[in-house]
């Protein structure tokens, strides 16, 4: 079984600053695809940054050059730092680990940017 828990959201003011954990239990870490979603009141839930198991990265233009995915394979944990943030980047953010087959999500985390 694997269990993702988010951590790091808050309130921040539009400009600021703010880095995401994801910390996940089980064998399969490193070897998986780990990646944030996020999810804005009324709207669907969209692909935010992911890093494969060689570190490979991948972001969505809206973020580019703003956010930064990392992981920690000792840790178990990946994580979002995102800077530059905009009052429309308000959302749930969702942790993501993906293995083949198998997908699974973390319970997500509110990121409030303030105008």
């Known amino acids: 079984q694997v269990q993702l828990v988010e951590s790091g959201g808050g309130l921040v003011q539009a400009g600021g600053s703010l880095k995401l954990s994801c910390a996940a239990s089980?064998?399969?870490?490193?070897?998986?695809?780990m990646a944030w979603y996020r999810q804005a009141p009324g709207k669907q839930r969209e692909l935010v940054a992911a890093?494969?198991?060689?570190?490979?990265?991948n972001y969505a233009d809206s973020v580019r050059g703003r956010f930064t995915i990392s992981r920690d394979n000792a840790k178990n944990t990946v994580y979002l730092q995102m800077n530059s943030l905009k009052p429309e980047e308000t959302a749930v953010y969702y942790c993501n680990l993906g293995f083949g087959s198998r997908n699974y999500w973390g319970q997500g985390t509110q990121v409030t940017v303030s105008s």
């Open positions: 089980g064998t399969i870490f490193n070897s998986s695809v």
């Open positions: 890093i494969n198991r060689y570190g490979t990265t």
